[in-house]
């Protein structure tokens, strides 16, 4: 059975802090993993990431596989409040191209 | 760009009564799929489609029926509703096999069953 797992649960900083969300996956045929962020509705895309060792960035935001220890982590420098969102990661198998869930960390931003 | 579409945004049922949520996308794109997000449980799948006239079950499929006539549509339907199905429904799109990309998620639909 496939299976994800985020930590922290939630986490609670300041502005400015640098916080790292932690991944850990084991499925089948893995082929991939997708980093969400989601606010009041619907997830919105922040990364995939296919290759392991190969940052990838968006502004203050980055993040990293490694599929031999089949795990992620997503990286947020300087935080600020509108950071504040619970994050998912989603590995994603071969089979129907479908994606499964972790349970997500809720980040908490301060002023 | 509408993208992916879900209606209605709520809904309140009694026990026992039936309904469908509904999903469209425009993007042509083969995978759907429908989740229920429950608080502290990230998003679990119902079922899924690889391309029209095909469905399976995900991982929490009882209670719910799909199908997939056309590409773009995706209607989830629930049968006899139950407390336990009260939770936020997302369908979700993404396209082929061969470039993976970020899958497209509707607003969601809340739904109530008192």
């Known amino acids: 059975e496939d299976k994800v797992v985020q930590s922290p649960l939630s986490l609670v900083v300041h502005e400015g802090d640098t916080v790292t969300l932690n991944c850990s996956y084991e499925v089948t045929n893995f082929r991939s993993l997708l980093w969400y962020k989601q606010e009041k509705k619907a997830p919105t895309f922040l990364f995939m990431l296919t290759s392991s060792g190969i940052e990838k960035k968006s502004g203050r935001l980055s993040s990293i596989l490694d599929k031999k220890e089949l795990f992620s982590i997503l990286n947020i420098t300087a935080t600020q409040t509108g950071d504040s969102a619970v994050y998912l990661c989603?590995?994603?198998?071969?089979?129907?191209?479908?994606?499964?869930f972790g349970g997500g960390t809720r980040l908490m931003v301060k002023p | 760009n509408a993208g992916v579409t879900q209606t209605p945004k709520f809904q309140v049922l009694k026990t026992g009564q039936s309904m469908t949520l509904q999903c469209a996308q425009d993007?042509?794109?083969?995978?759907m799929s429908w989740y229920r997000q429950d608080p502290g449980m990230g998003l679990r799948l119902i079922h899924y489609s690889v391309g029209a006239g095909i469905t399976d079950q995900g991982e929490v499929p009882n209670g719910y029926n799909v199908s997939r006539s056309t590409t773009e549509d995706f209607p989830l339907r629930l049968l006899s509703a139950a407390p336990s199905q009260t939770s936020v429904y997302f369908c979700?799109?993404?396209?082929?096999?061969?470039?993976?990309?970020?899958?497209?998620f509707g607003q969601g639909t809340r739904l109530t069953v008192v």
């Open positions: 989603a590995p994603r198998a071969d089979a129907g191209n479908m994606l499964t």
């Open positions: 979700a799109s993404s396209s082929g096999t061969i470039q993976v990309t970020e899958a497209f």
């Open positions: 993007m042509n794109h083969e995978y």
